[in-house]
Structure formats: structure tokens, C-alpha cells
T-cell receptor, first 113, second 116 residues
Framework: NAGVTQTPKFQVLKTGQSMTLQCAQD?????MYWYRQDPGMGLRLIYY???????DKGEVPNGYNVSRLNKREFSLRLESAAPSQTSVYFC????????????FGQGTRLTVV | DQQVKQNSPSLSVQEGRISILNCDYT??????FLWYKKYPAEGPTFLIS?????DKNEDGRFTVFLNKSAKHLSLHIVPSQPGDSAVYFC???????????????FGQGTTLQVKP
């Protein structure tokens, strides 16, 4: 019963470095999401994929790219990390777009120095 | 602009009493609303939801109320227990077929502390 698995759990990057956050779900869900959580800002949607083969921008997409590799996997890439991208990142999935119950991973705590 | 707002960053209640968490939204295209609970160092977990065709949904100690005309929803926890202490997020999703299907927008969260 893995649910939604994110890797890595922690990461420290230098400004300008790139990295990819990985996310996989084993619930045969159609929709997947990437959020960032910052103090006082709640969870803000970065990108989402309503179904395999589609991706769309959320509320704060600048500085990020995503790939829906297959139905199970949805990755988030930072091409040139900036200190403003220091945050906790959560991946989530749901059976249908926008809803119903979304299941979240444990989060990735990213620090950009 | 914040489409889903939780204006109270924190709430403290006594064990056994009612906890009421509030949420306002601005986008009339939202038609499905959810509450999530989050403990430190964990991902959010789903708590309860409500469709815009209803004004109330109940699940055990948790009840969500929706007032569409006021664009307001609330979560009632009765009775509150110390284990309920967590951050609570409300979330909203737009109408299916609106072109924005897939977006699940969250509020800022309210930290609930239930004192023994």
C-alpha cells in the first residue's frame, strides 16, 4: 500500500543547479498534481496532469517544468534553482480530474542556497 | 489573487467543545469542496468533501456546511479531541467541463489546537 511516493525527501541545491523531483502512484489514478507549501501561503498548485498525456499550468508554474512519463509517474523539474524555490513540495494524485479525494505523498523539503 | 481563503491562521479550543473552521472562495466556477488535515512532516490527508448541490455533509464527528450564495464553507468538529490538533486546509475544484477541470485550489490553512 505505497500510495504516492516522492523522492527525494530532502535536498539542498545551490542557486543555478537543476534537479528533478520524482513522483509515482500505484492507485491507477488518472490525475496527478504538484504543489508547493510555504508558510502563510498554504498549498499552491504548480502544475497538474488531468490525465495521461496532458499537463497544465497551475497557480505558480514559473521556474518549473513537468513530465507525465506514464500513468504512474509525474516528475517536476527545476532547470535553474533559485532561493525563492525553497519550499516543501508535495505530489498528489486523484482518480478523476480536480477531485474527489486526492492522495498526497510525504513531501520533499528543498532548500536552495 | 487568492481564490480560496482561510482568514483565521489559528484556532484553539478545549477538548469536548466544538471547533469551527471557516473558508471563503471567490470563484463561482468552483463546484466541489474538500477539507484536508495535515500533521507536521506528513502529506495532507483527505477528511470530508461536499458537492455544490448540497449544503451539508456529515461524517462522524465532522460536518461540512456550504453556503453558495455567500461563497462560504465551514468545517465543524464535534466533540473536538486532542488528536484533532493539526493544520486544516480547505480546497475547491471548478466545474467539470469548464476548461479548468483538474485544478484543485487550496486555502492557506488553519492550525487547530485542541487543549486537554
Amino acid at each position: 500500500n505505497a500510495g504516492v511516493t516522492q523522492t527525494p525527501k530532502f535536498q539542498v541545491l545551490k542557486t543555478g543547479q537543476s534537479m528533478t523531483l520524482q513522483c509515482a502512484q500505484d492507485m491507477n489514478h488518472n490525475s496527478m498534481y504538484w504543489y508547493r507549501q510555504d508558510p502563510g501561503m498554504g498549498l499552491r498548485l504548480i502544475y497538474y496532469s488531468a490525465s495521461e498525456g496532458t499537463t497544465d499550468k497551475g497557480e505558480v508554474p514559473n521556474g518549473y517544468n513537468v513530465s507525465r512519463l506514464n500513468k504512474r509517474e509525474f516528475s517536476l523539474r527545476l532547470e535553474s534553482a533559485a532561493p525563492s524555490q525553497t519550499s516543501v513540495y508535495f505530489c498528489a494524485s486523484s482518480l478523476s480530474p480536480g477531485g474527489g479525494e486526492a492522495f498526497f505523498g510525504q513531501g520533499t523539503r528543498l532548500t536552495v542556497v | 489573487d487568492q481564490q480560496v481563503k482561510q482568514n483565521s491562521p489559528s484556532l484553539s479550543v478545549q477538548e469536548g467543545r466544538i471547533s469551527i473552521l471557516n473558508c471563503d472562495y471567490t470563484n463561482s466556477m468552483f463546484d466541489y469542496f474538500l477539507w484536508y488535515k495535515k500533521y507536521p512532516a506528513e502529506g495532507p490527508t483527505f477528511l470530508i468533501s461536499i458537492s455544490s448541490i448540497k449544503d451539508k455533509n456529515e461524517d462522524g464527528r465532522f460536518t461540512v456546511f456550504l453556503n453558495k450564495s455567500a461563497k462560504h464553507l465551514s468545517l465543524h468538529i464535534v466533540p473536538s479531541q486532542p488528536g484533532d490538533s493539526a493544520v486544516y486546509f480547505c480546497a475547491a475544484s471548478p466545474l467539470h467541463g469548464s476548461g479548468n477541470t483538474g485544478k484543485l485550489i487550496f486555502g492557506q490553512g488553519t492550525t487547530l489546537q485542541v487543549k486537554p
